[in-house]
């Protein structure tokens, strides 16, 4: 059974950085891409970042273009999301989610088949 577990979440100031995990256990992680999208209260789910099953390339949203960063360590079948300067607009629950094998990294959540239950990342102004 596939599962993606992501922490890391929390309450912070603007400015500040945190960095979000997302542990995958019943599948090839290597095999897959991977994705981190968000949802704020009110709003649709949204893309931030994703990265291909071989760590490159990466994509991101312009919203988080060159302040988040995504990566892998397929030794710990672990996703990364480190978020630095982080605004009040990046307030949000904060999803990880996988590819099937092989695919390409993709902006759209109906290309990723398994989701993670989300963590809140609260940012004050």
């Known amino acids: 059974q596939v599962q993606l577990v992501e922490s890391g979440g929390g309450l912070v100031q603007a400015g500040d950085s945190l960095r979000l995990s997302c542990a995958a256990s019943?599948?090839?992680?290597?095999?897959?891409?991977m994705g981190w999208f968000r949802q704020a209260p009110g709003k649709e789910r949204e893309f931030v970042a994703s990265?291909?099953?071989?760590?490159?390339?990466?994509v991101y949203a312009d919203a988080v273009k060159g302040r988040f960063t995504i990566s892998r360590d397929n030794a710990k079948n672990t996703v990364y999301l480190q978020m630095n300067s982080l605004k009040p607009e990046d307030t949000a629950v904060y999803y990880c989610?996988?590819?099937?094998?092989?695919?390409?990294?993709?902006?759209?959540?109906?290309?990723?088949?398994?989701w993670g239950q989300g963590t809140q990342v609260t940012v004050s102004s």
């Open positions: 990265i291909s099953w071989t760590a490159s390339p990466a």
């Open positions: 019943g599948v090839t992680f290597s095999r897959h891409a």
């Open positions: 989610a996988r590819r099937p094998a092989f695919g390409s990294t993709s902006l759209f959540p109906s290309d990723y088949t398994y």
